[in-house]
């Protein structure tokens, strides 16, 4: 496995790797979710990069980004045993010489829920995206479906620009107990971590109305929100139950509607999502 840390030798490294690419772009500290990634695109191409870069530009002000833990030794030991061919590990000056001034803007998508609730997050995750995909030129990028919005900004980004990559949404992985793996869990204190799975408890509660007949997305907001508000230590920032690719809430939970909720726990805050189904397509 390769490590390189500058633009000049990543761009230099990619023309030796066998095509097609797959690109896994992630912040570090990697857990299993990220690993997933990389094994679907070990499995869909002939070679696979990894980056790893805690993106400045994503995090708004009073956010995590100093504190956000890091740990690049334990990340290159765990890509390069996966198999991975190529780490692209650049510091901020690297990505950002001089710093940035000519920014990627999603658009409306970009400023709905996750959007609303940290103002230029997008614009971000849409500028480094597209300086990753412009550097490294994979064939296809992996991108969790924790973090829909961001892979439908992703997705929009690579349309409207017209990328030759194929985005490919990989399905969450959760913890035994249901909590979504995330690199912001290692934030919770012992009794914050037993309180946290009470976040997907209550998104399976509210897919189960919407199966059993529950038309209002309302109401299946209103006892989503209940079932975690009533763990003190879990607060809701918001839930959502939204259109899939415009993230505009609805008022009928119809199929295929995206039950995301925001939630502050602790010093972390963990999202988390579930797709819709009707009762006649259960
Ligand atoms: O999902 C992440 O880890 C980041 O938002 C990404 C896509 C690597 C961009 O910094």
Same mark, same amino acid.
């Given at each position: +496995? #390769?490590?390189?840390?500058?633009?000049?030798?990543?761009?230099?490294?990619?023309?030796?790797?066998? *095509?097609?690419?797959?690109?896994?772009?992630?912040?570090?500290?990697?857990?299993?979710?990220? &690993?997933?990634?990389?094994?679907?695109?070990?499995?869909?191409?002939?070679?696979? $990069?990894?980056?790893?870069?805690?993106?400045?530009?994503?995090?708004?002000?009073?956010?995590?980004?100093?504190?956000?833990?890091?740990?690049?030794?334990?990340?290159?030991?765990?890509?390069? #045993?996966?198999?991975?061919?190529?780490?692209?590990?650049?510091?901020?000056?690297? +990505?950002?010489?001089?710093?940035?001034?000519?920014?990627?803007?999603?658009?409306?998508?970009?400023?709905?829920? @996750?959007?609303? !609730?940290?103002?230029?997050?997008? %614009?971000? /995750?849409?500028?480094? /995206?597209?300086?990753?995909?412009?550097?490294?030129?994979?064939?296809? $990028?992996?991108?969790?479906?924790?973090?829909?919005?961001?892979? !439908?900004?992703?997705?929009?980004?690579?349309?409207?620009?017209?990328?030759?990559? #194929? =985005?490919?949404?990989? @399905?969450?992985?959760?913890?035994?107990?249901?909590?979504? +793996?995330?690199?912001?869990?290692?934030?919770?204190?012992?009794?914050?971590?037993?309180?946290?799975? $009470?976040?997907?408890?209550?998104?399976?509660?509210?897919? $189960?109305?919407?199966?059993?007949? @529950?038309?209002?997305?309302?109401? =299946?907001?209103? @006892?989503?929100?209940?079932? =975690?508000?009533?763990?003190?230590? &879990? %607060?809701?920032?918001?839930?959502?139950?939204?259109?899939?690719?415009?993230?505009?809430? =609805?008022?009928?939970?119809?199929?295929?509607?995206?039950? *995301?909720?925001?939630?502050?726990?602790?010093?972390?805050?963990?999202?988390?999502? /579930?797709?819709?189904? *009707?009762?006649?397509?259960?």
């Amino acid at each position: +496995m #390769r490590v390189v840390t500058t633009v000049r030798e990543a761009r230099e490294a990619r023309t030796g790797l066998r *095509s097609p690419l797959g690109l896994v772009p992630t912040m570090g500290y990697l857990h299993e979710g990220h &690993l997933s990634l990389v094994r679907r695109a070990l499995s869909e191409n002939s070679t696979v $990069a990894a980056s790893v870069f805690v993106n400045p530009t994503q995090f708004g002000p009073g956010e995590d980004l100093a504190s956000y833990p890091r740990d690049l030794e334990r990340d290159l030991r765990l890509l390069e #045993r996966e198999g991975v061919h190529l780490v692209f590990a650049p510091g901020v000056e690297e +990505m950002y010489p001089g710093g940035c001034d000519v920014w990627v803007n999603p658009g409306p998508l970009a400023e709905r829920l @996750e959007g609303a !609730a940290r103002p230029g997050h997008f %614009r971000g /995750v849409a500028t480094v /995206v597209t300086k990753l995909l412009n550097i490294l030129q994979p064939d296809a $990028a992996y991108f969790g479906e924790k973090d829909a919005q961001q892979l !439908a900004v992703v997705r929009a980004v690579v349309r409207q620009l017209h990328f030759p990559v #194929r =985005i490919v949404g990989c @399905e969450t992985v959760r913890e035994p107990d249901g909590l979504a +793996m995330s690199s912001r869990n290692a934030y919770l204190s012992p009794e914050e971590r037993r309180a946290a799975p $009470a976040i997907y408890e209550a998104l399976v509660h509210g897919a $189960a109305l919407a199966r059993q007949g @529950e038309m209002s997305a309302e109401r =299946i907001r209103s @006892e989503v929100r209940e079932r =975690i508000d009533h763990h003190p230590e &879990l %607060r809701t920032e918001y839930v959502s139950v939204a259109d899939p690719n415009t993230f505009e809430e =609805i008022g009928t939970a119809r199929d295929g509607a995206l039950l *995301s909720v925001a939630v502050r726990v602790g010093r972390a805050r963990l999202i988390d999502n /579930v797709r819709l189904c *009707s009762p006649e397509t259960r």
